[in-house]
């Protein structure tokens, strides 16, 4: 495939990937600048024709759902597993891709085989390990994960990635005598700067977004996460439609911005690691 039209999958990816992403949130953000008068008489597509932020104004001074503390709580977790992710992830994918040891293809088909397996399967006896680790409404269950690997998917990515990466640099470090961990630290590390953003970024909306897991793990209110916040939200405005989505922007605002600064290295990163 060459440089020229590489680059146009590139640049439709980009487009594609904004028109999905920027689309649904205009939506939202229309009905969140809205009376309930013109959220009940006009089209959603429609732009607001006295736009007003009190909508916004009412959601976060509602005392009996703080987006502020939601914010915090999804902030904190989406962080720290971020960085679990990453560290752990770019670790074992450095074994797999870099080191020569018995067994090694064996472990990583078991290791990728792990992602047939459904969410739903395992749910019930990671809730009883949690629990038996006195963990329940804690954040632990929803960070500890991310330090314990990084999961399939991000290993497989960053794997691809690090077999891609000459292993002439190898050979110079082990000459000047570097073992792995100054290689992977010094050298690898630094030199996989697409692969690391992607996996950083899904790792974080994803964490973000996440719903089932927070709402499992974590009973007290003052614990709560965006996505359940919002759920809570929209129980206690008997559907008024204009606070929900004054809500539904506050929650994926970070995400667009997050999406649209990095969407670039994101592509990079996949392109990269399907292409050597």
Avoid at 19 to 31: A, E, N, Q, S, Y
Avoid at 83 to 108: E, K, N
Avoid at 166 to 182: I, N, R, S, V
Wanted: cysteine-free; glycine content about 6%.
């Amino acid at each position: 495939m060459g440089p020229a039209i590489k680059g146009v999958l590139v640049w439709l990816v980009l487009a594609a990937g904004a028109l999905v992403m920027i689309t649904p949130f205009v939506v939202m953000l229309f009905m969140s600048l809205k009376t309930p008068a013109e959220v009940a008489t006009t089209s959603a597509l429609a732009w607001p024709m006295h736009p007003s932020l009190d909508n916004f104004r009412t959601v976060l001074s509602n005392p009996n759902a703080s987006f502020p503390m939601f914010l915090k709580n999804t902030a904190f977790i989406s962080i720290m597993s971020t960085i679990g992710v990453m560290i752990t992830s770019s670790m074992v994918a450095y074994a797999f891709a870099r080191i020569q040891f018995r067994g090694r293809d064996r472990l990583f088909m078991v290791l990728i085989s792990t992602m047939m397996l459904p969410t739903i399967v395992t749910m019930i006896p990671t809730y009883i390990f949690f629990k038996y680790l006195h963990w329940i409404d804690t954040f632990y269950p929803l960070i500890v994960p991310a330090f314990l690997g990084g999961g399939a998917y991000n290993i497989f990515l960053l794997r691809q990635f690090f077999m891609g990466l000459p292993k002439e640099l190898d050979e110079a470090a082990f000459l000047d005598g570097a073992g792995h961990a100054t290689i992977f630290w010094k050298i690898v590390m630094p030199l996989s700067g697409p692969a690391l953003a992607t996996v950083g970024v899904f790792t974080f909306i994803f964490n973000w977004r996440d719903f089932m897991g927070p709402l499992i793990y974590l009973n007290d209110p003052n614990k709560q996460t965006l996505e359940v916040g919002l759920n809570t939200y929209r129980t206690l405005t008997n559907q008024q439609w204009e606070l929900i989505m004054a809500g539904s922007v506050l929650v994926m605002l970070p995400l667009v911005v997050i999406f649209l600064f990095s969407q670039r290295y994101v592509v990079k990163g996949v392109v990269m690691s399907g292409f050597k």
